[in-house]
């Protein structure tokens, strides 16, 4: 239940300068900025411990022209980054805001890196679809419980307030439009408020409720959901109440690439690195190499819902460098055979096409014919025995529609004025990759929980800072 009332007469118990609803990536960033920053930050979270759909990525982001991509001698710059990201939204997000997020993000990951210890390094041995260049940077483990865990103990390390077990339910808002406070409900059933200058939104986006997802991305209505379940839409159900502008709500981040019937994310690098899908027929079905989101309202279209990525024991080495592809493997969800007709029978194919359509694949590697997908083989190696599967069915991660909001972090309404103190981040902000799955560029998630949460945390902290040198 997400709702706002009048703040007319309501008393808090408690007080910050700034307000945080939600623990994940965004919120413990913007956390951590609020906080250096000089404001009395408290951070509430409907779990017992912090984990969000950040413990369930990769934690990969992107960021342009780092000491870490230098240390590694790869050349790349912010605007280059800017532009790989309008080139996969076709030109559809704000350009003022992506190029600030790409040149932002570079300085908050030294900040993490420097001020928290967070021992960042950039992904060499891969390209991610729509880079040009290799810029995503995650922590040793490459794992998103490693990321949100090293920031919760930072947030800890500063002594900022957690408070677990919080669902915050009810904004109260003043007459100007300004929130005074929120209130959350607690474990046995009991009600909470707190007052506060600032509010930030970092709850995610609405994933995790179909009916939202049914409105705004119908093609995904059945698909799997694999973002965290608390993802319920509070921000935007919140945020519609307001009056704020809600934009790009049908843009999401899917996936093609869950292992099923396990529940474990495959690395894309097992198609990027040469590998393809094929649906129950063992016929290809698209160019997989567009991109990792669109293709699962495209695996979804399938007989069965279904498909399989294949790909070989070369490809399998590097993606063991994920603990999730370790983990697949340890379940048995990688199937192997020595030959395609074997990994056929090994996969239950009751037709006999996979090696036929193995072959077309090598074929197009030797550059003999160009893909009817249109997909470019020619820089990939040939697959070779043992040759491996998995089972994918579509699945949504996370989604990319939200809140507007302007540079800061300020939540905007229709007529782009700014609601007094309201900021939102991370999957509650609009994130940058337009209406469509297909403008998910990798890392646009996490891009816009580390870089929005520390932009509005400092600047949620400089308004509280003015509005109390203004008060009597
Ligand atoms: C499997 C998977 C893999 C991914 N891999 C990547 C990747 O490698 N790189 C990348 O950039 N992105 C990736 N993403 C997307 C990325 O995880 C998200 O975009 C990012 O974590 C969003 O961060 P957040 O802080 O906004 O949300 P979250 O991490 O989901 O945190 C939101 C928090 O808010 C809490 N909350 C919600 N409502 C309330 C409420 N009413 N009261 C109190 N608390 C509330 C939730 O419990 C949650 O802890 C992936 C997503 C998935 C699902």
């Not at 904004?171 to 300004?178: K, P, S």
């Not at 495959?266 to 063992?282: D, H, K, L, P």
Request: aromatic fraction near 6%; charged fraction near 20%; glycine fraction near 12%.
């Amino acid at each position: 239940m997400s709702r706002v009332l009048s703040a007319a007469g309501v008393a808090f118990e408690a007080e910050a300068d700034v307000l945080i609803v939600g623990a994940g990536a965004a919120g413990l960033v913007a956390a951590l900025a609020a906080s250096e920053a000089g404001a009395e930050v408290v951070v509430v979270e409907r779990d017992a411990v912090p984990s969000g759909s950040t413990a369930l990525s990769a934690g990969l982001i992107p960021a342009a022209g780092t000491r870490f991509q230098r240390e590694a001698g790869i050349e790349d710059s912010p605007q280059l980054f800017a532009a790989d990201i309008m080139a996969k939204a076709e030109d559809e997000p704000d350009p003022a805001i992506v190029a600030h997020l790409a040149s932002h993000l570079g300085p908050v990951l030294d900040w993490l890196a420097v001020a928290h210890g967070l021992p960042f390094n950039v992904v060499t041995n891969f390209s991610y679809p729509g880079h040009s260049a290799r810029r995503m940077h995650g922590l040793p483990k490459r794992t998103g419980s490693e990321l949100i865990d090293r920031l919760r103990e930072a947030v800890e390390a500063r002594g900022i307030p957690i408070l677990t077990e919080f669902r915050a339910t009810t904004l109260f808002v003043e007459e100007t439009g300004r929130i005074a406070g929120i209130a959350g409900t607690r474990p046995g059933g009991g009600e909470e408020r707190i007052g506060c200058k600032a509010l930030i939104l970092a709850c995610n986006g609405y994933g995790g409720h179909r009916g939202l997802v049914a409105r705004h991305i119908p093609q995904l209505a059945e698909a799997l959901w694999f973002g965290h379940s608390g993802n319920e839409g509070d921000a935007v159900l919140w945020g519609e109440a307001l009056g704020a502008e809600l934009v790009h709500m049908s843009g999401h981040q899917g996936h093609g690439s869950v292992a099923q019937p396990h529940g474990i994310l495959i690395s894309w690098a097992t198609v990027m690195e040469g590998g393809f899908q094929v649906n129950v027929r063992g016929e290809r079905f698209s160019d997989e190499s567009h991109g990792y989101s669109e293709q699962a309202a495209t695996v979804l279209a399938q007989p069965k819902g279904k498909a399989w990525t294949i790909f070989d024991e070369r490809i399998a080495g590097i993606a063991r460098q994920f603990e999730d592809f370790r983990q697949a493997e340890a379940q048995g969800a990688i199937v192997r055979a020595q030959d395609m007709a074997g990994l056929a029978a090994a996969l239950g194919f009751t037709e006999p096409r996979l090696a036929a359509t193995a072959a077309v694949v090598a074929a197009l590697k030797g550059g003999e014919d160009s893909d009817r997908f249109g997909r470019d083989f020619r820089n990939a190696p040939d697959l070779e025995a043992p040759f491996c599967a998995v089972r994918v069915p579509g699945a949504l991660f996370h989604t990319q529609g939200g809140l507007r909001i302007d540079r800061t972090g300020r939540a905007l309404r229709p007529d782009a004025s700014a609601l007094p103190n309201l900021f939102a981040c991370g999957g509650a902000a609009v994130g940058v990759s337009g209406p469509h799955a297909s403008g998910y560029l990798s890392g646009n998630g996490l891009l816009t929980a580390v870089c929005l949460g520390e932009i509005a945390g400092r600047e949620a902290a400089r308004l509280t800072a003015s509005a109390s040198q203004t008060e009597p």
